[in-house]
């Protein structure tokens, strides 16, 4: 006797010949799993929680996609992702070395201005990058954009990377970087959450605007698909000012003022 099939099975068959799915299986792919960098407050922190995760999850939202994060260093996020264990990563700077290993769309998630750092007793008038002598001692985030014209000109430095930003202000009380380089909203709550003394710090000129973005694993299928629906959700937020309202109420302290 023929053996019967399975009623369940018998259901889903039919519903893919006829170009559906049930509800249930709806949900199989409507969560996006996201590397989390754990270094980047008030963006995002040890959790992978805070201001890229309350954009991205109302962004997805909009689509019926619900986020998965796993916290991890930035660098180690970006080969999470490389290595197909996650479908993205935040917080990455769309520039010439980012393109060439992830898909992106073409909506920021957020924007943000990164300064020179000197401590108070040893600020310079640098106002770009090339302004920068040969040998000056840099620290920076371990696997960080800081933009193309930075690529260019990092050979010159002798650069440091470190993987948390408290290591980086920390490194640069302690006298062992001429300056470093940080996003502005992370100085400014990094001074406020160790609580250093805001008159050893200067914050000079920012060299750099950035598009944040989420990347997406470059080898994936569906990372058109998410990226578009990311797209989608961004600017439903712009669009009704939900996004305003959520950078608004997260308004941080005023930021040091530039030279």
Same mark, same amino acid.
């Given at each position: 006797?023929?053996?019967?099939?399975?009623?369940?099975?018998?259901?889903?068959?039919?519903?893919?010949?006829? =170009? =559906?799915?049930?509800?249930?299986?709806?949900?199989?792919?409507?969560?996006?799993?996201?590397?989390?960098?754990?270094?980047?407050?008030?963006?995002?922190?040890?959790? =992978?929680?805070?201001?890229? @995760?309350?954009?991205?999850?109302?962004?997805?939202?909009?689509?019926?996609?619900?986020?998965?994060? @796993?916290?991890?260093?930035?660098?180690?996020?970006?080969?999470?992702?490389?290595?197909?264990?996650?479908?993205?990563?935040?917080?990455?700077?769309?520039?010439?070395?980012?393109?060439?290993?992830?898909?992106?769309?073409?909506?920021?998630?957020?924007?943000?201005?990164?300064?020179?750092?000197?401590?108070?007793?040893?600020?310079?008038?640098?106002?770009?990058?090339?302004?920068?002598?040969?040998?000056?001692?840099?620290?920076?985030?371990?696997?960080?954009?800081?933009?193309?014209?930075?690529?260019? @000109?990092?050979?010159?430095?002798?650069?440091?990377?470190?993987?948390?930003?408290?290591?980086?202000?920390?490194?640069?009380?302690?006298?062992?970087?001429?300056?470093?380089?940080?996003?502005?909203?992370?100085?400014?709550?990094?001074?406020?959450?160790?609580?250093?003394?805001?008159?050893?710090?200067?914050?000079?000129?920012?060299?750099?605007?950035?598009?944040?973005?989420?990347?997406?694993?470059?080898?994936?299928?569906?990372?058109?698909?998410?990226?578009?629906?990311?797209?989608?959700?961004?600017?439903?937020?712009?669009?009704?000012?939900?996004?305003?309202?959520?950078?608004?109420?997260?308004?941080?302290?005023?930021?040091?003022?530039?030279?």
């Amino acid at each position: 006797m023929a053996k019967q099939l399975n009623p369940w099975v018998v259901m889903v068959l039919a519903l893919a010949l006829l =170009g =559906g799915q049930p509800s249930w299986a709806q949900g199989v792919n409507r969560m996006v799993r996201i590397a989390a960098e754990d270094s980047w407050l008030p963006f995002s922190g040890p959790q =992978g929680r805070g201001l890229s @995760h309350q954009i991205a999850a109302e962004a997805f939202a909009t689509q019926r996609y619900q986020l998965l994060t @796993h916290a991890a260093p930035y660098a180690r996020a970006l080969r999470m992702v490389e290595q197909g264990q996650m479908d993205a990563c935040w917080n990455v700077t769309r520039q010439a070395n980012t393109e060439a290993r992830f898909h992106f769309g073409t909506e920021p998630l957020l924007h943000a201005g990164v300064s020179f750092i000197y401590r108070a007793d040893n600020v310079h008038p640098y106002t770009q990058i090339a302004d920068i002598p040969n040998g000056t001692k840099i620290g920076v985030i371990l696997g960080f954009e800081y933009g193309d014209v930075f690529e260019r @000109h990092k050979h010159r430095f002798k650069i440091q990377a470190v993987p948390t930003q408290k290591s980086l202000l920390l490194m640069l009380e302690a006298q062992r970087f001429d300056l470093v380089l940080m996003f502005d909203e992370v100085f400014a709550f990094n001074l406020d959450a160790l609580e250093l003394d805001p008159a050893a710090f200067i914050k000079g000129r920012s060299f750099y605007r950035s598009d944040i973005f989420i990347a997406f694993d470059a080898s994936s299928p569906r990372s058109v698909v998410l990226s578009e629906a990311l797209d989608k959700g961004l600017k439903h937020l712009r669009q009704t000012g939900r996004y305003a309202e959520i950078m608004n109420a997260a308004g941080r302290p005023a930021l040091p003022s530039p030279l």
